[in-house]
């Protein structure tokens, strides 16, 4: 039996691409106010995994209950509308609107009684794309173009547009990838922001940006969870090195 109070609760998980399993009965908790991380060997599972959860891939059996609901059965619309963001490595942001047009785009606009979509009031949206800019170091660049944004700040909108939808949980595949070094400090402390509200669950290969924000570590390995605890006890678990140093 598993605890309710998970965010997330992925339960014996497996997906089979030509008899391959690709995730193999793997089981995974997130909770409230967390930063996972998942790491592992090329071909380990651990996109795969992402995708499973956002419904882009559908599993061949297994669970995924996210704040109660089961998600496998569930649209990969139905799933960012329960509250699950995801953001791919490449930034699709618009790069010819402003960083304020990119983010207000990006508002959750609602439907009115005959179904028709409408935005917000405009001060609701313009005070929560403040915020969102806010979070995201790009408070003062609300008026420039988006194509002109340094590759780390261009990530930090991508991840702008999906907070600005207040999803529960924010996933993110290598989100300091092709950063500089301050680049990714401000991306561990904007993180550790949201986390505050959210969840996070993160696929990242550079072990001292795993260090500055993972509250648990998971270990894939051929589809399956090699480990899992804090960075320091996964890094000392033989298992974990010898997969590292076998590779
Ligand atoms: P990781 O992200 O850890 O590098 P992936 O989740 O991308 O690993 O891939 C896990 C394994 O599943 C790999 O061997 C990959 O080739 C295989 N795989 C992933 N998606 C598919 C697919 N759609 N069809 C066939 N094989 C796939």
């Not at 998600?71 to 699950?84: K, Q, W």
């Not at 609701?124 to 969102?132: A, G, M, T």
């Not at 999803?167 to 904007?190: F, I, N």
């Not at 509200?197 to 270990?219: C, G, L, P, Y």
């Amino acid at each position: 039996a598993v605890p309710k109070d998970f965010l997330l609760a992925v339960e014996a998980l497996t997906v089979s691409f030509d008899g391959f399993k690709a995730v193999n009965d793997l089981s995974l908790y997130v909770d409230e106010n967390e930063i996972r991380v998942i790491i592992g060997p090329n071909g380990a599972g651990k996109t795969t995994v992402l995708d499973l959860i956002c419904g882009r891939t559908k599993p061949t059996s297994g669970s995924i209950r996210f704040a109660g609901e089961e998600l496998t059965t569930r649209r990969e619309y139905e799933i960012v509308r329960a509250g699950v963001g995801r953001k791919f490595q490449n930034p699709s942001i618009y790069e010819d609107l402003t960083v304020f047009e990119n983010l207000e785009l990006s508002f959750p606009r609602g439907r009115d009684v005959f179904g028709a979509l409408f935005f917000k009031r405009d001060g609701e949206v313009k005070s929560r794309v403040e915020e969102v800019a806010g979070m995201i170091f790009l408070k003062d660049h609300l008026g420039v173009q988006a194509g002109i944004l340094s590759h780390g700040q261009k990530q930090w909108l991508e991840i702008g547009m999906l907070l600005i939808q207040s999803p529960r949980l924010l996933m993110l595949d290598e989100p300091v990838a092709g950063m500089s070094v301050a680049e990714r400090v401000k991306t561990a402390e904007l993180l550790h922001t949201i986390i505050r509200n959210q969840s996070v669950i993160v696929i990242e290969h550079d072990m001292k940006f795993v260090e500055d924000i993972a509250t648990r570590v998971t270990v894939l390995h051929q589809g399956r969870v090699l480990s899992e605890g804090s960075m320091e006890r996964v890094k000392n678990d033989p298992k974990v090195i010898e997969v590292y140093l076998g590779h």
